[in-house]
């Protein structure tokens, strides 16, 4: 079948919405899972953001004119994040999803991107392969946990001013190697609010809730304080995160605050790469 690709558009916004909700929702209820979008509206806003942020590049795949997929990579910095990628289950298995992929990894090439990274929910045996034979590598398995509001909320943790952006810089490229200053900065301007944590006059990390959120910290004590303050202070639908579980020590301090578990995901990276040096929760991007 002939497959042409274009540039993601908002009048694409409806029709790829429908075919994310599908397409996840076929793949997770044959493991028993529940689906990442209850139905094709709730899908609408994200993909409305993602076609909305500068940051973002994406493709919509068509065959005789009618959208059947579509992939995006985030360049807010020097490291990309492929994803959602998405096909509608009428073409899956036609090479639509390869041929998606392979795209947006040029697409990241021209901007200069080498290093690349995506999350796949690990129950995905099929794009746990096809991400495997495109080179991408296994670096962690990652349980995506829901945080629970406690009495206590940390003294040391607040919102981050205008005058935060450069400790966010130093923090993210000193624990995870590479600075998110732009993808929290952008973030921030969507209003998407981020927390940071000050032990004895210096940040010692901050975090963005939510699963398009990420956190960087010096300890196992700053992830705990920003996660348990900002499940008081966002709303249930932020109030989850990602737990690398080479993390052991923070994942069985995770549970034992009563903590539960959605599923599992598997971190993967193309490129380049050194595990982080300090604590870190990705976002579903990387």
Not at 64 to 71: A, E, F, L, W
Not at 138 to 144: F, G, H, I, P, Q
Not at 173 to 190: C, D, G, K, M, P
Request: proline share 6%.
């Amino acid at each position: 079948m002939a497959v042409e690709l274009v540039p993601a558009k908002p009048e694409h916004v409806a029709q790829i919405s429908r075919i994310a909700y599908k397409s996840f929702l076929g793949i997770s209820s044959r493991h028993g899972f529940p689906p990442d979008f209850p139905n094709a509206e709730s899908a609408k806003p994200v993909y409305d953001l993602l076609i909305q942020r500068d940051d973002y590049i994406g493709l919509v795949a068509l065959i005789n004119g009618r959208p059947v997929g579509s992939n995006f990579v985030m360049k807010s910095d020097r490291i990309a994040a492929i994803g959602p990628l998405s096909v509608d289950p009428s073409v899956q298995g036609h090479g639509v999803g390869r041929l998606l992929m392979t795209s947006i990894l040029a697409l990241a090439a021209v901007q200069q991107l080498n290093d690349v990274r995506l999350l796949q929910d690990t129950y995905n045996a099929t794009a746990l392969a096809l991400y495997s034979s495109l080179g991408f590598e296994v670096r962690d398995t990652v349980a995506l946990m829901h945080t629970s509001p406690s009495d206590s909320r940390d003294p040391f943790v607040r919102p981050i001013r205008s005058s935060d952006f450069e400790e966010i810089d130093r923090i993210s490229s000193t624990l995870f190697n590479a600075s998110r200053r732009n993808e929290v900065l952008i973030e921030s301007q969507y209003g998407f609010q981020t927390y940071i944590r000050e032990r004895e006059g210096r940040a010692t990390g901050y975090l963005v809730p939510g699963l398009v959120g990420h956190g960087v910290y010096e300890t196992e004590e700053d992830a705990l304080a920003l996660l348990t303050s900002a499940s008081e202070l966002v709303t249930p639908h932020f109030r989850k995160f990602l737990c690398p579980l080479r993390q052991s020590d923070l994942f069985q301090k995770c549970l034992k605050a009563g903590w539960r578990i959605e599923k599992l995901l598997t971190y993967m990276t193309l490129g380049p790469y050194e595990y982080p040096k300090g604590i870190w929760t990705p976002s579903a991007c990387y």
